[in-house]
């Protein structure tokens, strides 16, 4: 799940995502995915929050959206679009310290 999707038990993992943030102080795990699609939870172990982004390798090309919310659906990061235009977008977002957050993204 680190990289992405554990998939089907039959084949190796998907890569849905590469976090662009060090790998320290930072757990992640890919709840939902595809092809117009994308989930995962996410919680940042250290004192301030961290600026972080994602490189999404899964969506198909279209115009999606994505938020950042809180346990109790408190928006951090109100709904941001952006374009997929190939197998590589790239989206950006700070990720508050020490508070379970789920980062979505859906097509328009």
Known sequence: TAT???GNF???PLNAVRW???PRQ???LVTKRGEDY???ELFHFGEESRSMGA???LLKSGNYKFTLTGDNGEIITAAKPFKVN?????IA???PARKRCVLRVTAE
Do not use: N, S, V
């Open 4 to 6: 992405g999707d554990r």
């Open 10 to 12: 039959g084949i190796l």
């Open 20 to 22: 662009l943030t060090k």
């Open 26 to 28: 930072i757990a992640a």
């Open 38 to 40: 994308f989930e995962a």
């Open 55 to 57: 490189e999404l390798y």
């Open 86 to 90: 190939g197998p590589r977008t790239r």
């Open 93 to 95: 977002f700070a990720l």
